[in-house]
């Protein structure tokens, strides 16, 4: 089948540096990507990693390993409207939809 | 500029009623997916539809769930004869071509669904 494993939670202080991981199986690849959601609200993309490497959005950064079937979000100087969930994505079986991880909860602190 | 339009926002329906949840995607986009979410959970991924279409319903479950997405009008997701664990957000979203290749879809702010 296919997963998508990230933690549960993670906590940081403003300004602070964060990293969630997600790995992940697939039977086929076609990229991952990451989505912020506030308190239940819409989710909302923030990138997409297609192919190996890093790639930078402001403050956000993504990666992605598809030989270790791993990627991860980075997030840089973090700020308190940061606090939400985070959820990696990949494509399904049949290449017809997303499925997505379970979410990360991360709690920014003064 | 309208982005994904679901509605109702709160819907509250009693055991053995009807839910019908609306969607209109963001203007241009021809692919719908609707998604379920439970309370600290991730998207559970339900159907994929572009017009007239279902493409792809491995998420949905086979009884009292339907939906469609007709050439005119809103994409509906229909839940016949709700049970108390059919509570949760059901969340729409579109994309203007097969997301596949970007990653990338367009969410509404969801329809949150009671049954008491």
């Known amino acids: 089948g296919q997963s998508l494993e990230q933690p549960s939670e993670v906590t940081a202080v403003e300004g602070a540096i964060v990293q969630i991981n997600c790995t992940y199986q697939?039977?086929?690849?076609?990229?991952l990507s990451w989505y912020q959601q506030h308190d239940g609200g819409a989710p909302t993309f923030l990138s997409y990693?297609?192919?190996?490497g890093l790639e930078e959005t402001g403050r956000f950064s993504s990666f992605l390993s598809r030989s270790d079937s791993y990627g991860y979000l980075l997030l840089q100087e973090l700020q308190m409207k940061d606090s939400a969930s985070y959820f990696c994505?990949?494509?399904?079986?049949?290449?017809?939809?997303?499925?997505f991880g379970k979410g990360t909860t991360l709690s920014v602190s003064s | 500029n309208a982005g994904v339009m679901q509605n109702p926002r709160h819907l509250v329906r009693r055991r053995g009623q009807e839910a019908r949840l609306r969607c209109s995607p963001v203007?241009?986009?021809?692919?719908v997916y609707w998604y379920r979410q439970l309370p600290e959970e991730g998207l559970k991924f339900m159907v994929y539809?572009?017009?007239?279409?279902?493409?792809?319903e491995s998420g949905m479950p086979k009884e009292r769930f339907s939906a469609e997405f007709p050439k005119e009008g809103p994409s509906i997701l229909r839940i016949q004869q709700v049970v108390r664990g059919d509570s949760a957000a059901y969340f729409c979203?579109?994309?203007?071509?097969?997301?596949?290749?970007?990653?990338?879809?367009?969410f509404g702010e969801g329809s949150r669904l009671t049954v008491l």
């Open positions: 979203a579109s994309s203007p071509g097969v997301q596949t290749n970007t990653g990338e879809l367009f």
């Open positions: 697939t039977s086929g690849f076609y990229g």
């Open positions: 990693n297609g192919l190996d």
């Open positions: 994505a990949g494509v399904n079986q049949a290449g017809t939809a997303l499925i």
């Open positions: 203007k241009g986009h021809s692919h």
């Open positions: 539809l572009q017009k007239e279409n279902i493409i792809d």
